[in-house]
């Protein structure tokens, strides 16, 4: 077999990386990115395979830290649409080359480590891209807690996810302190949805006696205030717990965000998520005909346009510290398991209260977000793939072009000014019937995406041309963004007694 000096090279490539935008060329070996060149000057390199970006910008593979895959039923009836395969397959697709999944501990379960036994199962050979997990704690039991030692020491988990609403999920107060508590101990970092399910639940009844029922009433059920108030308090805790690193997911209102810009800027480890949903949508996409709205349910509800517009600036000026998507899919048009099983004789439009919440967004987010003109192309790569890679445990091996030490993880987008895609629901590689972004303009689409140098999505010769074999999965160390930790251990043990 002949062997060459590379394995890839992508030539005439503008590269973006977080830290800056110039025109070089790549060369990879053995699954990693060895060399950085001037322009043109690998155009006759011996390799296996040249790749000639025309002119188009070339970034890191993106990286997906919040995407629900093949979790058992939590929402009333409604179970998700996508596995491991189709959902990975979507997510190269759409240039994607590392999801962080989740590893779903029910209330009923004491320990943790059965449901990651179970969701390594799950994804083991049928991923196309990368993969990690966080643990969803459902059940913050002793045995639980005392597992979080052996998932960050021995078994690359170094995230959990708590939630403030949702019956299957929602914890008390005193139960986030005390996974705050042994998350600080574990330098594990602890997402939380912050929403209060309380006054949300009470809401809900008061809508539901006046017979209001429809989607559009699922952000009636959830104002603003409601997620501002559980990411106060959110904050509040984690500065109780001598300042334990949170990481507030799918934030949406201004509210929220002004918040959680308070406490950064008084130098609070609180850091910030938000997704498309609420860059794109608002409250009236749930408004649509008849059970339409359905589509883009999901909690925090997509509000107002003068909202999107400040979850913009706070993007831009670097409230938000990661982009995802919340890849959480259910089908429409499905009575058994969709967003449909809330339909009966007795409520003919549903009700809203049973709507699986979540929506599909896994392959769009990249081409959404890049062609909006309204992201600086360096930010947006620090968004979607540098700071999550950092946040989560995998920088610089993921989310960068660096020679020597990164994975060969790549996007080859297309020259600019050269496409205008409509983003239908048959375009896309998920296995959901719909997408709540269909007829939507983007201007352009990741052309080739690339995992560990070798090729997996063509979208001109035969788009996902990669297996369901290549991923692997990521075993994650601590959290290395902004020195959290170093930060964290200065400030020394949380000792009640000098509260
Ligand atoms: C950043 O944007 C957010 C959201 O719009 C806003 O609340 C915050 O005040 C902004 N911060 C600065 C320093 O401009």
């Not at 989560?392 to 020259?415: C, E, F, H, N, T």
């Not at 560990?452 to 041309?465: A, E, F, L, P, T």
């Amino acid at each position: 077999m002949a062997s060459y000096e590379y394995d890839l090279v992508i030539t005439n490539g503008i590269c973006v990386t977080a830290a800056d935008i110039a025109s070089y060329d790549i060369a990879v070996k053995d699954e990693k990115i060895v060399l950085l060149a001037p322009s043109g000057s690998l155009a006759q390199a011996d390799a296996e395979k040249i790749i000639d970006a025309e002119g188009g910008y070339v970034t890191p593979g993106g990286v997906d830290c919040h995407v629900h895959l093949e979790e058992p039923a939590m929402f009333g009836k409604g179970s998700s649409s996508d596995t491991y395969e189709t959902g990975t397959r979507s997510a190269v697709a759409g240039g994607c080359t590392t999801i962080v999944g989740f590893a779903p501990q029910q209330k009923k379960e004491p320990s943790l480590l059965k449901a990651l036994a179970d969701t390594h199962a799950k994804a083991k050979g049928n991923s196309y891209c990368d993969y990690g997990f966080h643990m969803m704690v459902g059940n913050p039991s002793l045995e639980a807690l005392s597992e979080l030692k052996t998932l960050s020491e021995n078994e690359g988990i170094t995230s959990l996810k708590i939630y403030m609403t949702y019956a299957a999920l929602q914890i008390r107060d005193d139960q986030i302190l005390s996974v705050l508590l042994e998350a600080r101990s574990n330098r594990m970092l602890t997402m939380i949805h912050a929403e209060n399910g309380d006054v949300l639940n009470w809401l809900t009844d008061q809508l539901e006696s006046q017979g209001l029922v429809a989607p559009k009433y699922h952000s009636t059920s959830r104002p603003p205030i409601l997620e501002a108030e559980a990411t106060n308090r959110a904050i509040a805790l984690s500065s109780l717990i001598a300042n334990t690193p949170i990481l507030l997911v799918h934030v949406s209102d201004p509210g929220a965000t002004l918040r959680i810009r308070q406490a950064q800027t008084a130098g609070q480890p609180v850091f910030a998520e938000t997704c498309p949903q609420y860059l794109f949508l608002t409250r009236d996409d749930l408004d649509a005909p008849v059970f339409e709205g359905a589509k883009c349910v999901c909690s925090p509800p997509p509000r107002d346009k003068a909202s999107q517009d400040a979850i913009w600036t706070g993007l831009r000026n670097g409230t938000f510290t990661v982009l995802s998507s919340d890849h959480c899919p259910f089908n429409y048009n499905d009575a058994e398991k969709g967003k449909m099983t809330c339909i009966t004789a007795e409520n003919p439009v549903g009700k809203f209260r049973e709507i699986p919440n979540g929506i599909p967004g896994i392959e769009t987010r990249l081409p959404l977000v890049f062609s909006s003109g309204r992201l600086a192309l360096a930010k947006f790569v620090e968004v979607v793939a540098t700071n999550p890679a950092k946040l989560y445990g995998m920088y610089p091996r993921k989310g960068s072009l660096i020679p020597g030490v990164s994975d060969a993880d790549i996007v080859v987008w297309y020259p600019e000014g050269r496409r205008d895609i409509t983003i239908t629901n048959e375009i896309l590689h998920h296995a959901t019937d719909y997408t709540p972004f269909e007829g939507r303009q983007v201007g352009n689409w990741p052309r080739f995406t690339i995992l560990r140098g070798k090729v997996v999505w063509d979208r001109d010769n035969g788009g996902v041309v990669g297996k369901k074999t290549f991923g692997k999965f990521l075993k994650r160390g601590a959290s290395s963004l902004d020195r959290i930790w170093e930060t964290v251990e200065e400030q020394g043990a949380f000792d009640v007694a000098a509260l």
